[in-house]
């Protein structure tokens, strides 16, 4: 672009700043600019056909880059929306997720659940929220298949607990008093859900987990 071109533009563009300031070009810009370029191109040095169709295809791409922009904006909108309806199912339904948690609220006691690596004779503690044992369960002899168990919510003198959250540890030995390594997660129901900078919380009672902890919706 030559030096009268230049000046046009730049007066064109100090009148358009004192009315709105433009954040970025549109197919408009390019056109006037395309237009001043022509208007006062040398007589002695035109722009030939190459430059024009190579600017005109430039000016194209760039609208059709942001209208691309605009319409992948409103998918991603669109289908973040859907997810979050679709995650609001989950309230109210039962599920399995990771973790150790028994949560007691009202004598009603949520359940866990837990998977031998082999068959053994498992005895599961409860500790209450400052580590002290509750609780040793005898649950007996079980498969290598997953297992629930419930949790009458007492002591080990047969007393209610409060309500709160509480834990659980599952130990199993084989029939050589040999330990068998256990895999364990909590099942609670789903009470809430809520959205933080791009995570998505699951509220199970009082308890708050991300939705990639729940791997089974049991009901």
């Known amino acids: 672009m030559n030096i009268a071109a230049s000046s046009a533009v730049a007066t064109s563009n100090s009148q358009g700043t004192q009315a709105a300031v433009k954040k970025e070009l549109t197919q408009e810009d390019f056109l006037s600019l395309l237009l001043a370029q022509m208007q006062y191109q040398d007589p002695l040095n035109p722009m030939d056909n190459y430059q024009m169709s190579a600017q005109m295809a430039q000016m194209s791409t760039v609208e059709g880059i942001n209208k691309l922009t605009q319409s992948m904006d409103m998918m991603s909108a669109y289908q973040a929306s859907i997810a979050h309806l679709q995650v609001a ?21 949520s359940e866990g659940s837990y998977q031998l690596s082999r068959p053994g004779k498992v005895t599961i503690e409860v500790y209450d929220g400052t580590g002290n044992l509750v609780k040793t369960i005898s649950d007996g002899l079980k498969e290598a298949t997953k297992q629930g168990f419930t949790w009458d919510g007492t ?29 364990s997660s909590m099942v609670g129901v789903v009470s809430g859900i809520s959205f933080e900078n791009g995570i998505t919380y699951i509220n199970i009672g009082s308890e708050r987990i991300t939705l990639s902890d729940i791997f089974a919706i049991l009901s």
């Open 155 to 183: 002591n080990q003198v047969g007393e209610k607990v409060p309500d709160g959250t509480y834990t659980f540890k599952v130990n199993a030995v084989d029939v050589k008093g040999d330990s068998i390594s256990v895999s």
């Open 89 to 109: 199912g989950l309230i109210g339904k039962k599920v399995e997720a990771m973790g150790n948690l028994l949560l007691v609220n009202q004598g009603n006691v």
